[in-house]
Structure formats: C-alpha cells, structure tokens
C-alpha cells in the first residue's frame, strides 16, 4: 500500500513543478514580448549601455548578458566579441573541429602519396635531387666552355697537414681495453645421465 501513496505524492511534487516551470515560461515569453515591442536604443539608454557596435571588452558583453534585453541584442554583443578577440575571429585550421569529417564528397576516397613503406620518401627525394642536379649541370656547363685554362687555376700538390689532438677522454682511456672483446662463455658439468 505504501508504493501507491509514494507514487501518488511523486506524481503531485511533479505537477506542481511542471506547473511552476509553465508560469515562469509564460512569464518570460511576456517579458521577451515587452523588450520586442520596445527599441533598441530606448533599452539601451534605460539601462545605460552602449550600441552592440561600441561594444569594447568582454565586461561589457558580460553586462549586455546579465540584463534583461531581448536576445537579438545580446546575440549582437557575442557577434562583436567574436570580431575583437583574434582566438575567435581568426581561425587557423589546426584545430581538431575545423575540417567537416561528414562530408561525403571528400570522405572515403583514396589519395595518393609519395611515401613508400620500408622506403619512406626515399624515392621522391631521389627524383627531386636528380632534377636538381641535371638542372645545375645545365648551369655549370656554359662556364666551363666559356674558355677557362686549367692552366691558370693552380692546384695544390698536396692536402695540408693536419694537427688532430686527442681529447683529454681519449688519453684517460687505455686503447687495449677497447681492442680485447669479451664474450660470454657457457661451461656444462658432465652429468652421469647423459
């Protein structure tokens, strides 16, 4: 018997908020005809804020939102905080949300690349780099015919001597140890068994 009583009153307590919740749309449906009826500069001079257009921080826009005026009014002061704050009006495209993952048109088909597996690039920049150097050969040829002697560009006879000093590492280190290389050695005692 007790369930029915309980279920009764959860059924008035519901009523009752259901009710409340329709007289404050009702309300606020005539509060929003009220603001419509009225201008916007007349709401705007009574409540002592600027034109959306002259809008110049996120406070005023705050201020716009916490008023009572109708909501074309406040959807133009979030339109002009869009514009002023550059992280809202510029968009970069590196973010995760900036490309349409539902369009049809583009999901779903095959692209090409110049990847190769196991490979990488590797062919690519081969071509880039053969493509390059045929190019410079080009360039480098009508110099060369040009006239120049081989005479007159003198070659030295030798590469100059080179001084190269260990490092003080190098020195604290003994050269047998890095010639001996040591290797692991299993050794097996006989058994009887086998």
């Known amino acids: 018997m007790s369930g029915f009583w309980a279920r009764r009153k959860a059924a008035v307590e519901a009523e ?3 009710e409340d919740a329709a ?5 606020q449906a005539a509060q929003e005809a009220e603001l419509a009826e009225r201008s916007d500069e007349e709401l705007l001079q009574e409540l002592g804020l600027p034109a959306p257009e002259a809008i110049d921080g996120a406070d005023m826009v705050r201020r716009y939102l916490r008023a009572a005026l109708p ?3 406040k ?15 510029n968009l970069d495209g590196l973010v995760d949300y900036a490309d349409d993952f539902t369009v049809s048109a583009s999901a779903g088909k ?3 690349t ?12 081969e071509a880039m780099s053969a493509a390059r150097d045929g190019a410079g050969a080009d360039r480098i040829a009508p ?3 040009a006239g120049t002697d081989e005479a007159a560009i003198p070659l030295p006879e030798s590469p100059p001597e080179q001084n ?22 299993f050794r097996f005692e006989a058994t009887e068994d086998g």
Do not use: D, I
């Not at 007289?23 to 309300?27: F, G, V, W």
């Not at 110049?114 to 690519?124: D, I, M, R």
């Not at 190269?164 to 050695?185: G, K, L, N, T, Y």
């Open 16 to 18: 009752a908020r259901a």
């Open 23 to 27: 007289a404050c749309a009702a309300e």
């Open 71 to 73: 909501q074309r009014l």
């Open 75 to 89: 959807q133009q002061a979030l339109r002009r905080l869009w514009t002023m704050n550059p992280v809202l009006a």
């Open 110 to 112: 095959p692209f090409q």
């Open 114 to 125: 110049s990847y190769q597996v196991g490979k990488g690039l590797l062919a690519h920049v």
């Open 143 to 145: 110099v060369a015919a």
């Open 164 to 185: 190269v000093c260990p490092s003080p590492e190098e020195e604290a280190q003994p050269s047998e140890a890095m010639a001996v290389r040591r290797r692991m050695s």
